[in-house]
Structure formats: C-alpha cells, structure tokens
C-alpha cells in the first residue's frame, strides 16, 4: 500500500487529499472525486458568484424570502442551532462586517472605537434567519445583513468529500482543509493517522501528537494573522457582539467525529473564552479541545490525554 498525495487551492485556501491505495490511478480516481465535490460545495456557498444561492440570500435581506437547496437549507439549519449553543459566539451573519475596518495589516496602529465597532455589528444576529422548513426558504429580516459561511463551510466540504470516496470504496484516506482535516482508516504503513498539535510560537514544531483516524480535527489561531497594537495581540478572529478581536488565546484545537462540527466550533471556543468555552465542550458527548493561552498555559477538556 501506499499514499498518493495532491494539493489543490479550493474555497480560497489550500486542501491536500492522501488516498492510500496500492494502485495510484485508483488513488488518483478518488482524489478527483473529492475535488469535484469540494468544488460542487463551493459553488453552492460561494459569495464571490453572483448567482451562488448564498449571494441570493443576501440580495433578498429585509424584502422577501428566497427558495435554496435542501443542502444550503440543512447547513443554515445546522449553523443555527450552533449559534444557540455558543449564545452567538458563531454566527454566519457575521458577512456584514465591514472588512476595510479589519484588514489586519501593519497600518492597522489601533483598534476602532466602541461606537464604530458596535455600528459595525448591529446587523449580526442569528436570530434574524428566519426559515421555512416546510418551503425550504431563507429570509433575512433585516436589509444589510449578510451571511456567509467561512466559519463552517471548509469543515462541510471536506466532511461531503469523505462521506463520498469512501461510499465510492476508498478505506483509507485523510482531506486536510488548511488545518481543519478529517481522516478515516490507516497510513500506508498500517498505523493510525496522527498529527502535531502545533505549537503557536513555531508552528512548525508541535508540541503533541494526537491519532486522528476516524476523527476530525480544527485549529483555530492567532499565529497565522494578527496585529499588535500597544505591545499586546489581537487576533483576527472577531467577536461578533463586540466587532471587537479577541485576545488572551493563541490557539484552539477541536477534535470531533465530524469535521463540520469541529470547523465551526474552533472559533466560538476562543471567542468564549477559556472557562466558558472549556465548559461548553465538556458538555458535548465526543467533543474535545485543547486551548493555548497567550502566556503558553495550555488547557484540555475532559478525556484527552496529551503525548
């Protein structure tokens, strides 16, 4: 047996497919599989088509309601009842934020005012999605809100793109989207899929190794984009009932069965905050995290035991 490999940019960032296979035009066969759904998936969420059912939506927000697929309906449905559990903290009608505001670049100095940012989020609120389960619609009840779904739809992706290879026959593979990655079976070796839980001041060097076959695993962190202002870090991750970033945790790792559920609970985790956050995942039967403080302290939910 043995691991045939490809990297492919989708949905604005890199996913990389292992098919393990002792045949590689078999291997290959799958990858292509996985990269037509990613891409099927894209089409349907995209904000960047005018004619995606996501822009639809957003178009039609404070006037009428609008007809989707039973996909995009289901996948609201989902991000919803996430929102009640995380009490907003993820929230996919985070698309009206003004992203000139957040650039994150080095000629952000300081952080907007109390006022700017509140006006900047006054249109976030789950709770104004109203849906219609019997004529599958989506209705925005505000004008001006947006939705969007970079906080789940990476996750669902590469969740749809496993559920079809292996239908399709493929035992042992894993789809790393950017860092949210699902894997299933075995290395070509015969051993588990592992990983490096990274550490956040060098990446490239984890600090844990956790096996990972038949679980999905997310991170969510401020090593990758951030700003300083007044010698402290905010990170890009923004906290939709403030418009404010966040700060005090450099990272949060998730590990569930479901790469869905563990790419969009990542950053409400850290938006909540270590002790909420933490107290919400020991909650959830199958849901684990490992968080990082800004000072190195790192905190792990029940059951987990670290390498």
């Known amino acids: ?36 759904e990613i891409k099927r998936i894209e089409a349907l969420l995209t904000t960047f088509d005018a004619n995606s059912q996501t822009n639809a939506i957003n178009e039609m927000a404070g006037k009428r309601p609008v007809k989707v697929d039973s996909e995009v309906f ?32 080095r000629n952000m100095t300081r952080l907007p005012d109390l006022e700017t940012a509140k006006k900047m989020v006054h249109l976030i609120d789950y709770r104004n999605i109203e849906l219609d389960r019997e004529n599958e619609t989506v209705f925005l009840k505000r004008e001006g809100m947006r939705i969007g779904f970079g906080g789940i739809g990476k ?16 035992e042992n593979g894993i789809i790393n989207a950017s860092g949210d990655l699902t894997a299933w079976g075995f290395q070509a070796d015969g051993k588990p899929w592992t990983i490096g839980v990274a550490n956040p001041d060098k990446p490239d060097f984890p600090f844990s190794y956790l096996e990972i ?54 950053t409400p985790i850290a938006v909540m905050g270590i002790n909420a956050g933490m107290d919400l995942v020991n909650q959830i039967p199958g849901l684990y995290a490992i968080v990082i403080d800004d000072y190195n302290k790192i905190y792990t939910s029940k059951n987990i035991n670290l390498n």
């Open 1 to 36: 047996m043995k691991a045939f490999k490809r990297s492919m940019r989708l949905m604005g960032n890199t996913f990389s497919f292992s098919a393990v296979s002792d045949d590689e035009k078999t291997a290959q066969h799958h990858i292509d599989e996985a990269i037509g």
């Open 74 to 105: 289901s996948l609201i449905e989902r991000s919803l009842a996430i929102s009640r559990i995380t009490q907003g903290a993820f929230d996919i009608s985070y698309g009206s934020l003004d992203k000139s505001l957040w650039n994150f670049d």
């Open 155 to 170: 996750g669902y992706a590469a969740e749809c793109a496993k559920r079809l290879v292996r239908k399709n026959g493929l």
């Open 213 to 266: 076959s038949g679980k999905a695993v997310a991170t969510s962190g401020n090593y990758e984009k951030f700003v300083m202002i007044n010698g402290k870090k905010y990170s890009h991750t923004i906290d939709p009932k403030t418009g404010l970033p966040i700060s005090g945790i450099k990272s949060v790792t998730v590990i569930c069965d479901n790469a869905e559920f563990a790419d969009a609970m990542a």
